[in-house]
């Protein structure tokens, strides 16, 4: 591709993840930024993923994240509990083990009987635009704890943080797409994103090994629901994308990048021009300092899930839609999340 060079984050099973720097769109010439915003495009187009490095947010911002997440999962469990997931209309708060079930299925009955049978295994809280009237994320309490304070303003700034290269993210597909820069500007400049914090557990490792047969999965094989996703891992690793073959491979963490994938609302929105790939999360191979234990150690990472303005209507791109029809009815996006996410608590 002329003005930049794209390595292949992942290359199995005709699944090709590329690993694009983006600090050409971010500061390049026009031929540059061209190149970049084509690449992007042609990453969300062919695999739904693509990896990206000189993104903008710096390893010490990231590091401080995940620092103040991982303290925060350490917190007494009442005190935890306390702060509760509430509803679907405001998606903020504490999830304990086993009460989020990540699935493309629709419907609360099938969701619970998957639920029951193959738990995730993991822990998150929810955190989305401050000062949201009637929803208001749950922060421990600051008074007299200044761990709680840290906590809260790392993380509204990560917020802040995530949201202007998600901004930068869309310019660069309207770019490769053909249409103005700015196209999506007017769905993106409000916010209504969520920043989740997960911790995996340290499980034994006789929890992996079901006698009924069943994949014990971390987080089950499913799609997101929005636009794209940005995915802050650390170096245990455990994603998985489903290949075009139908198997799963590892997404295996590269230093210094965000993993980003497309969702559903996107590539419903590109009238399905962007794939939204199935993915979940496993227990990684085992690594040399594991060895003789009986457990595997916990794992964190960080997810950005990025939406439309809720109160943005959805329809195709202009675009993707003038040979074949529009493939959907428009629908707001907070609509459309709300359903999504009524299935899955």
């Known amino acids: 591709m002329a003005g930049i060079t794209v390595d292949n984050a ?10 694009i720097d983006f600090a050409p769109f971010l500061s390049g010439d026009a031929a540059q930024k061209k190149s970049t915003a084509q690449a992007v495009l042609n990453g969300f187009q062919n695999a739904g993923f693509i990896y990206l490095k000189n993104h903008g947010i710096s390893p010490e911002t990231v590091s401080t994240v995940f620092s103040n997440s991982a303290k925060f999962f350490a917190r007494p469990q009442d005190q935890k509990d306390a ?4 509803s679907p209309e405001a998606n903020r708060g504490y999830s304990a083990q086993g009460r989020e079930k990540v699935t493309d299925l629709e419907e609360q009955g099938d969701v619970g009987k998957l639920r029951e049978a193959v738990p995730d295994l993991k822990e998150s809280l929810e955190i989305g635009k401050e000062g949201e009237p009637g929803m208001p994320n749950m922060w421990p309490p600051t008074e007299g704890d200044e761990e709680a304070k840290v906590f809260k303003d790392v993380m509204l700034k990560f917020h802040d943080t995530c949201k202007a290269l ?5 310019r660069a597909i309207a770019l490769g797409m053909g ?32 006698a009924d047969g069943q994949l014990q999965v971390r987080a089950g094989e499913h799609s ?14 455990g994603l998985q994308v489903r290949s075009p073959k139908g198997t799963f491979v590892d997404a295996t963490p590269i230093p210094d990048t965000i ?11 590109s009238n399905d021009t962007i794939k939204s790939t199935k993915h979940r999360v496993v227990e990684p191979p085992p690594k040399p300092e594991d060895d003789g234990s009986d457990s595997y150690p916990p794992r964190y990472s960080v997810a950005y899930f990025c939406n439309p303005n809720f109160e943005r209507m959805i329809e195709a791109i202009p675009g993707t839609y003038e040979q074949t029809g529009k493939k959907y009815e428009g629908i707001k996006s907070g609509e459309y999340l709300v359903r999504r996410l009524t299935a899955t608590y």
């Open 166 to 170: 998600h901004m930068q993210l869309m």
């Open 179 to 210: 249409i103005d820069e700015a196209w999506f500007d007017g769905f993106t400049d409000g916010g209504d994103n969520t920043l989740r914090l997960l911790h995996y557990p340290g499980v034994p490792k006789s929890v992996f090994k079901r």
């Open 83 to 86: 702060l509760s997931w509430y």
């Open 10 to 19: 992942v290359a199995k099973d005709d699944l090709v993840i590329p690993l």
């Open 259 to 269: 993993v980003i994938n497309a969702g559903d609302l996107l590539s419903r929105w």
């Open 224 to 237: 997101d629901y929005g636009s794209v996703t940005l995915l802050f891992q650390d170096s245990r690793g």
